[in-house]
């Protein structure tokens, strides 16, 4: 017979989204791997971290205090965002202190005041995203740039933690990396227009329109291929990477706001082409790695 995780488990798993955990662990793991160049317990926990008890946090808080429109929202409930009952918020938030709390400590420890500064800039926007008296991912242009830094920061910490050489080829791999967040969090709001709006939530693309957004955000990864032009070998190679996000969501150019459910197709390719340019990233690290 096979076992069944219990219903709180599978609901907080559901609510740390799975299939993301990657976009946030990945970015920690190679900044300080490839800084240090070695696997330390610094390089273990600081992935762990990042991997389960940040998307957690920064997931499960957002699906308790966005519960009223992911009613609304027929993609939640599934890979795409936990719909928790009202009975299990208290018991998400609690698991995303607790399970966050002891690491932060250990990397507080092993850290430096600069290393703590940049950590605690990375939690506060994961916090900040989402709570009442904040919700920034409520304030049009400064929600897809906060849901950036959730992706950017680990990168970013990693550097500082690790002590890295800031060069200008490094800023803009950052500054490439920042765009593709701000793309990919405009892209992802357009195919929840309406229900944002019946739920009178603001956003990028309840402001300025499905279309606009949908143009925003190609404008923003073809600009984090065209940052990766100028930094050396082989990363500008990584410029190609734009263009099948480019790709995916150019049907939607011209969408209506009232059609911009039809744009959760793309979405769906959107999280597939993340996996496929994920490991060519890596491909391109290990070479670069290989090379210095």
């Known amino acids: 017979m096979t076992a069944v ?33 070695r696997v330390d317990a610094t390089f273990v926990v600081g992935t762990v971290f990042f991997l389960i008890p940040y998307n957690l946090a920064m997931y499960g808080i ?11 929202n027929p993609r939640k409930g599934g890979a795409e965002g936990a719909l928790l009952d009202r009975s299990a918020h208290r018991r998400t938030l609690i698991a995303a202190v607790v399970s966050t709390v002891p690491f932060v400590v250990y990397l507080v420890v092993v850290g430096s005041p600069l290393s703590w500064l940049v950590l605690a800039f990375s939690l506060f926007a994961v916090v900040a995203y989402s709570v009442k008296g904040l919700r920034f991912k409520e304030v049009p242009f400064l929600d897809s740039a ?11 910490y990693g550097l500082v933690l690790a002590g890295a050489v800031f060069t200008p080829a490094l800023w803009l791999v950052l500054l490439a990396f920042f765009l593709w967040g701000v ?7 357009v195919q929840d227009v309406v229900p944002d709006r019946e739920a009178g939530i603001a956003s990028i693309a309840t ?9 925003l955000a190609m404008a923003a990864w073809a600009l984090a291929g ?57 491909m391109l690290l290990i070479w670069w790695a290989a090379i210095r």
């Not at 906060?146 to 970013?156: D, G, I």
């Not at 793309?183 to 709001?189: I, L, Q, R």
């Open 5 to 37: 995780a219990p219903a709180p488990f599978r609901q907080l798993l559901l609510a740390s989204r799975p299939l993301s955990w990657i976009n946030t662990a990945f970015p920690f793991a190679a900044a300080y791997l490839l800084t240090t160049g």
């Open 62 to 72: 957002n699906d308790v205090f966005d519960y009223e429109s992911d009613l609304r």
């Open 146 to 156: 906060t849901s950036s830094v959730h992706f950017v920061s680990p990168a970013l």
């Open 183 to 189: 793309g990919s969090h405009a892209f992802g709001a």
């Open 207 to 215: 402001a300025i329109g499905a279309a606009a957004t949908v143009r």
């Open 226 to 282: 065209v940052a990766m032009l100028f930094t050396p070998w082989p990363g500008p190679l990584a410029a190609l990477l734009a263009l099948p996000y480019l790709a995916a969501a150019a049907p939607y150019r011209s969408i209506a706001d009232g059609d911009a459910a039809a744009a959760n197709r793309g979405w769906r390719r959107f999280l597939w082409i993340n996996y496929a340019c994920g490991f060519l990233v890596t």
